[in-house]
Every structure is written in C-alpha cells, then in structure tokens.
C-alpha cells in the first residue's frame, strides 16, 4: 500500500493550461480531493476528466474537515488539498488541516504551480530581492489606515490582493499613507483575456483606474515599491530611530532589537546596538 499523503496542489488562476501535469496526474489518483469549493473544482476537475471524490473544505468547516482526511490517511489514502485558484494557503483556507496533518505525523506534500502575487512580482519591473506579502487589507477604511501606517517605513517591495469592490478605496488609502509619488504596480486578472499590468505613481495609477471603469474590475494584486531607507546620521541615530530600538529592546533581546530597528530605519545596526548599550 502506498504512503499515505496529503498533497497541496496549486491550480490556475485563470488560463486553464497552467495546471501542470504532475498536478494532473495527483488529482487523477487521490482518493479525495478537499476543495475550497467543491462547484468551482469541479468544473476544473470535468475540464481534465478527472472523476476523483470531492469534498469542500472552507473557513468554516476545516477544523471538522481535519478529523475526517485524517482518518482517511490512516487508512492508507492519498488525498489533495486545492483553493478556488492559485497555491493553497495563501489567503485561502488550509493552514489548520495542513497543521492537524503534519501533527498526526502523515506527510505533507506541496504540488507546486501558480501564485498571483507571485506571477505579478516576477513582471512588474519592482525590486524582487526582498519583498513582503500582506494580502487583503481590511475592509473599513480606518482599519485600513491603521495597516497601511504599520508598513509605511519599510523599505522591501510590499505586496497586496485588493478585489474589485475596494480597489479604488484602498488605492486612494495608499496615497494618504505613502505619499501620491510612490511607485507602484496594479497587476489585473492574470493569466486571463483581460490581463493588464501598469505601472505609474500611486497618483497615476489611481487616476488611470478611475478614468476607466474596465480596469476597475476582476481580482488586483498591487505591488508598492518600498520605502527609501534614510540616511543615518554622522553623529549617531537620530530621536526617532532610538525610540524605535528602544520600544522594540522592551520585548526583544538588545542585537535583536536594533538589528530590526535598523531594517525599519535604515540607520545602522551597530550604531543602534550601541545606543542601547549606552542607555
């Protein structure tokens, strides 16, 4: 009898050809597949003639769903885990049948293929060296503005799913926080007929946007580029950054806190540690 696995199987974000074969062969031969919704799998599944059982796991259901697949793998199944589209787990369900598996002991196998917020990355023309992925901001405007202030220091590319409904909204919150010059990208329904990819200012971008309403429809991923790290100053951290490592040393140890001091800043790590040292 095979080994019992719980594959993690990526799927289209939109152009049906991307589902790769292993992925193909996988969903072919699982016993279960737990989908997010099992209607939209479906279809996938009936595109491939692929006759696999199907099961919805969803926010609602997992922890429940969890007992079930578990209990499958110790009879020696194989089962696959999809979301709507794109990789599991990312801003989709999953992560906590993904945990309850890998601690009942079975494997944990990813099937790796598309990722919206990857597959924009790699086109946008955006620092890629270091970058931070935040998913869908809140939906109230001043939780919104709350988020957004968290990240307004940081100097990685930030990464973020806006859907239809908010895209202007959150746009028009990025302004406010990061300023209407900063570089940015919206990347459009990827993968499919209407793909767009544009770059401008936060300003331009939200301008084009509003200009016309076809390119206010479908799913967004937005890319910010990040901050410009300040210069540190000759005679040493200014107020605000020893304010910043001295918060930060409350509840981590000294090098800890000022080497994240310095990533928030862009002042030196050794200088802040020195601070620190001083106090």
């Not at 369900?93 to 196998?109: D, K, M």
């Not at 301008?207 to 410009?228: C, I, P, T, Y």
């Amino acid at each position: 009898m095979a080994e019992p696995v719980l594959y993690v199987i990526a799927t289209p974000i939109g152009n049906l050809g991307d589902l790769s074969p292993r992925a193909i062969e996988l969903l072919s031969k699982a016993d279960l597949i737990a989908a997010e919704d099992t209607r939209h799998t479906g279809r996938l599944l009936a595109y491939f003639n692929i006759k696999s059982t199907l099961i919805s796991v969803h926010d609602h259901n997992e922890n429940a769903r969890a007992d079930l697949i578990i209990r499958h793998l110790s009879a020696g199944k194989t089962i696959a885990l999809v979301s709507d589209a794109g990789t599991p787990l990312i801003s989709d369900p999953g992560f906590s049948l993904v945990r309850r598996v890998r601690e009942a002991g079975y494997t944990v196998s990813p099937v790796p293929g598309c990722c919206a917020f990857i597959a924009a990355l790699s086109a946008a023309g955006l620092p890629s060296d270091r970058f931070m992925f935040i998913g869908f901001l809140p939906a109230k405007q001043q939780a919104r503005l709350k988020s957004l202030a968290a990240l307004v220091e940081y100097s990685c590319t930030l990464i973020f799913y806006e859907s239809t409904h908010r895209i202007l909204d959150s746009l028009q919150a990025m302004i406010e926080v990061f300023g209407a010059d900063r570089e940015a990208v919206v990347a459009r329904e990827i993968t499919k007929t209407f793909e767009t990819i544009k770059h401008g200012s936060l300003a331009e971008l939200l301008l084009w946007m509003q200009s016309d309403a076809n390119q206010q429809k479908g799913e967004f991923v937005v890319l910010v580029h990040g901050a410009s790290a300040p210069q540190a100053d000759k005679e040493g951290p200014d107020a605000r950054s020893l304010e910043i490592v001295r918060l930060l040393a409350e509840e981590l140890p000294p090098k800890k806190a000022a080497a994240l001091a310095a990533q928030i800043t862009g002042v030196h790590k050794k200088s802040l540690y020195e601070a620190l040292l001083q106090r």
